[in-house]
T-cell receptor
Framework: GAVVSQHPSWVICKSGTSVKIECRSLDFQATTMFWYRQFPKQSLMLMATSNEGSKATYEQGVEKDKFLINHASLTLSTLTVTSAHPEDSSFYIC?????????FGPGTRLTVT | KNEVEQSPQNLTAQEGEFITINCSYSVGISALHWLQQHPGGGIVSLFMLSSGKKKHGRLIATINIQEKHSSLHITASHPRDSAVYICAVETSGSRLTFGEGTQLTVNP
C-alpha cells in the first residue's frame, strides 16, 4: 500500500525558534498534500491544502506567515512553524493524495518550551 | 453544532462482542471516511464510502446518504481493535472534516 513518512517524529524546540517538518510520499506521486493539527483529546483540524508547484490554501484562522508550506515536488511537502510558541505545541499530521484516497503520515509531535 | 457527530464518545467492550460506532453529518459530502488512530498517533484509513456498504475482514462500514448517517461495525472484537475511530466527511477539493472520535477499549 501507499506509504507516507514524516520527519521528525518528534521535536522539542525553544520558544522563538523555527521548526521544519517534512512529509514524503514514498511509493507514489502525491498531487495534493494536506496538513492537519491535533491538540490533546481533540480531533484533527485541517490547516492547509498544498498542490505541487502552487501556493498552499490555508484554512480560516491559520496564519500563513507562521505556518509556511512548501510543496516543491510530487513526493515532498514541508511545513515550517516559524517563531514557535508554546501554544504551537501539538501533533502535526500530513496526508498525501494521488486520486481520491488520502494516505496519512505517522505524525510529528512538536513541543515548544 | 459540529458538522460531524460521532457516538458514542467512549465505548468499552468485552472481547468477542459486536461493536457499532455511529456517525451523523449535516453537510453535503462527496465521500465519508473511517479512520483508526492508535495511541502513538498514527492514522490508518479503514474505508472510504460514497454509498452502500463495504467490508474488510471483521470491519463493515455502511452509509445512508439520504439520512446523512454512517456506521462502522466490528465483528468478534479483539483487544488489538482498541483505538480511536474517527469519522471524516469529504467535501469540496477533498477537504476532510473530522468527528471527535470514538475511543474503543476491548478488554480480554
Amino acid at each position: 500500500g501507499a506509504v507516507v513518512s514524516q520527519h521528525p517524529s518528534w521535536v522539542i524546540c525553544k520558544s522563538g525558534t523555527s521548526v521544519k517538518i517534512e512529509c514524503r510520499s514514498l511509493d507514489f506521486q502525491a498531487t495534493t498534500m494536506f496538513w492537519y493539527r491535533q491538540f490533546p483529546k481533540q480531533s484533527l483540524m485541517l490547516m492547509a491544502t498544498s498542490n505541487e508547484g502552487s501556493k498552499a490554501t490555508y484554512e480560516q484562522g491559520v496564519e500563513k506567515d507562521k505556518f509556511l508550506i512548501n510543496h516543491a515536488s510530487l513526493t515532498l511537502s514541508t511545513l515550517t512553524v516559524t517563531s514557535a510558541h508554546p501554544e504551537d505545541s501539538s501533533f502535526y499530521i500530513c496526508s498525501a493524495s494521488q486520486t481520491r484516497e488520502q494516505y496519512f503520515g505517522p505524525g510529528t509531535r512538536l513541543t515548544v518550551t | 453544532k459540529n458538522e460531524v457527530e460521532q457516538s458514542p464518545q467512549n465505548l468499552t467492550a468485552q472481547e468477542g462482542e459486536f461493536i457499532t460506532i455511529n456517525c451523523s453529518y449535516s453537510v453535503g459530502i462527496s465521500a465519508l471516511h473511517w479512520l483508526q488512530q492508535h495511541p502513538g498517533g498514527g492514522i490508518v484509513s479503514l474505508f472510504m464510502l460514497s454509498s452502500g456498504k463495504k467490508k474488510h475482514g471483521r470491519l463493515i462500514a455502511t452509509i445512508n446518504i439520504q439520512e446523512k448517517h454512517s456506521s462502522l461495525h466490528i465483528t468478534a472484537s479483539h483487544p488489538r481493535d482498541s483505538a480511536v475511530y474517527i469519522c471524516a466527511v469529504e467535501t469540496s477539493g477533498s477537504r476532510l472534516t473530522f468527528g471527535e472520535g470514538t475511543q474503543l477499549t476491548v478488554n480480554p
